[in-house]
């Protein structure tokens, strides 16, 4: 590898103009592919298979028309009046009416009144008629129906709020305008005008999340201020970013390309940028330090662009391939939305390995012997009696090297330490409840919930198949059952019949909960359903299912939950054997990975600590995005071994010289350690800066990578791997010889190519040695 590589790396560098007009003619023609075929991104978590999917495709067969509820459009405004004054009153049942006429002309409305926005007020005088003509005339008959009519009325019981609900005539959620969701919030503007409180939720209102700006630009700026400390030169610390640039343009761009084929959520492009920065940086920073070096030992500037690319990048190569495992095993779990951000993040990482490769030479071929120039500081590294160098990183090796078996203790526990507050993981999929309270469906969401109570926006929908009883007055009979059966359960506010087809075969049964969504209440009590569910199907003769936007969520909760063993298996085991293949040992590969899970398990402690207990008040406190601790998991394994490979390779590489056991680790920190923390840093402050977004979901997962990073770069990078590696000695290194026999042979140290150098010199080329 490190041969092919080398010829690659002297190629880009001599044929520098090639090189670039390739790259850029694949940016513009991609790109105008690209723009050409995207369409809108909308968050879709779903699962197939899952029970509450399988209840509603019940209810499809039972009520044709019936749609997908992730695919709905819907949209709710929520409107108050003042503290003291109702909706009733005429001046602001007025002021309602001015706002569903703005609202009716919003585009993409539904062309059926009925289904257009109703004034609450009559709505619910409506709504209550019809339920309580439909009941029978006994007092308690009347007593349960107003209830009824309370528990699904859009206007609260103090007359103070309402809710306006429509849903968007558009196929998909993806198919809502920008345009047309910046209409309803100026007729949202008209209504405070009015005096009216008014805020907007729903799928159909869905927020995108921001795209560029604060965040990425703050990140960037710390990463040129460590990249120039570490090379001392404008012209070299701008290079990886134009380089990392380049890789998440291709990502993006790519994303872009494949909304118009699949669903792509919202959060997707911003997490493929967040890794594409921070990993575009690290792989052209490895590179470049290595070429700097090697320009120490030749004046061939070509030759030297080859030897770089050669041996750092092959380890940038197998760096790549295990984040690329990481993310791409998201797919073998086989939840889709999972899939794509995998796969999004995956192809960023791909570009950046690509730039790194490619144009990164090609680069230092235009600029010969400017790539450090505009130099305002030179490093000086004390040079040793036996003529190496000795940096900080020496020092920190030997220093490491004196009590290992503390260091090692002191590492399990504080990083043990950290990972307690993980025992009470609360997960939950991001909802206009978690969103940011700045935001107008946040606002609306909690306007909803003070007026008529959290289990409002956290309803179940019963699906009852009574197609196999005979006779209408039976079904009906049994229909009752199951409603009284679920509204008999804890923490129920209201059950009730909801619909009835036309031959009595299914009917819905609507069970609005106390407590909300996110409440664990709430998943006991669909967990209740469920369980006594064969129960009541067995009483009654009917078939029974739990569906709505609250049973999804919770089932793919659980889903993820169930996918996690399955993950890491695939993660860690293709992962281990790449490692072997990479550093020829066993305990090698084997203490990056326990080292990782110590890592991993602290990160997510620390991120429940802040995001769901609320520590220091950072934010405010709620359940952790279901999905981040397997996102988390695969970027953060990654990422963790991408510096296992960055520092122990040049172990390896001075190991497989003939230096003893302890004299290679300090070797490898001689030339690894400034450029780890470096990358380190860098990664940390462009994950750390995307905690400047509005998104609850973007924010936790730039916290955690940032903390993950810190703890695995710095603690058991730099810290916990090397001891455990002292006191390792030469056994770090072993390898049974059958299974050294079997294993393919990749040279990542370039053993290889220094034979191949030393049998058939480089012809030298005065040309560029004089540059």
Known sequence: ????????????????????????????????????????????????????????????????????VQDEAAATVVVAAPQGHTL??????????????????????????????????????????????????????????????????????????????????????????????????????????????????????????????????LGVIVAALVLFITFGSLVAAGMPIISAGVGVLMGELAIQFATGFTTIGTTTPILATMIGLAVGIDYTLFILARYRNELQNTDDRAHAAGLAVGKAGSAVVFAGLTVLIALCALSVVGIPFLTSMGLAAAGSVFFAVCVALTLLPAVLGMLKSKAFGAQLRKRHDKIADDGKTTNNGVRWAKLLGKKPAIIVALVVVVLGGLAVPMKSLHLALPSDSTAASSTTQRKAADMVTEAFGAGRQAPLLTVVDGSKIDGQQQRMAAYGQVMGWAGSQQDVVNAQIIGVNKDKSGAQILITPKSGADDQSTLDLLDTLRSGQSAIEAKTGTEVGVTGTTAVQ????????????????????????????????????????????????????ATVAVFQDGLFGIVEGQ???????????????????????????????????????????????????????????????????????????????????????????????????????????????????????????????????????????????????KA
């Open 88 to 217: 009733q009153e005429t001046k602001y049942k007025n002021a309602v009416n001015d706002l569903i006429s703005d609202l009716s002309k919003v585009p993409q409305m539904p062309s059926d009144p009925k289904a257009q926005p109703v004034n609450p007020v009559d709505a619910a005088k409506a709504q209550r008629q019809q339920i309580l003509a439909q009941a029978g005339k006994s007092p308690q008959e009347q007593a349960a129906a107003k209830k009824n009519a309370q528990a699904v009325s859009p206007l609260s019981k103090d007359g103070r709020t309402g809710t306006i609900d429509w849903k968007f005539k558009v196929d998909t959620v993806a198919d809502v305008k920008a345009s047309t969701q910046d209409d309803v919030l100026k007729a949202l503007d008209h209504a405070r005008a009015d005096g009216l409180q008014a805020e907007a939720n729903g799928s159909g209102m869905q927020a995108m999340p921001e795209t560029g700006g604060s965040s990425e630009l």
């Open 554 to 605: 919770t089932d793919v909760s659980t889903q993820l939950t169930n996918a996690l063993p399955k993950y890491l298996a695939v993660v860690i085991g293709l992962a281990f054997l790449l490692l072997m293949v990479v550093f020829r040992s066993i305990l090698v590969p084997l203490t990056a990975t326990l080292g990782f899970l110590l890592s991993v398990l602290a990160t997510l402690g």
């Open 623 to 769: 359940p952790i995005v279901s999905f981040m601790p397997i996102i988390l998991i695969g970027i953060v394994f990654g990422l963790a071994m991408d510096y296992q490979v960055f520092l122990v390779t040049r172990m390896r590489e001075a190991y497989v010289h003939g230096a003893d056991a302890r004299e290679s680790i300090v070797d490898g920190f001689r030339h690894g350690a400034r450029v780890v923390a470096a990358a380190a840093t860098i990664m940390i402050s462009v994950f750390a800066a995307f905690m400047l977004q509005s998104n609850s979901l973007i924010q936790s997962m730039g916290f955690a990578l940032a903390a993950a990073v810190f703890f695995d770069a710095f603690v058991v990078r730099m810290m916990l791997i090397p001891a455990v590696m002292y006191l390792l000695g030469d056994k770090a290194w072993w390898l049974p010889k059958w299974l050294d026999k079997i294993l393919p042979r990749v040279d990542v140290e370039g053993e290889g190519l220094a034979k191949q150098l030393a049998a058939a010199p480089v012809e030298d080329d005065e040309a560029l040695a």
């Open 1 to 68: 590898m490190a041969s092919l590589l080398y010829r690659l790396g002297r190629t880009a560098y001599r044929r520098w103009p090639m090189f670039i007009a390739a790259w850029a003619i694949v940016l513009v023609g991609f790109g105008a592919v690209a723009i050409g075929v995207s369409k809108p991104m909308v968050d879709k978590f779903s699962i197939p298979g899952i029970p509450s999917l399988q209840a509603q495709t019940m209810q499809q067969k039972l009520f044709p028309g019936t749609g997908d």
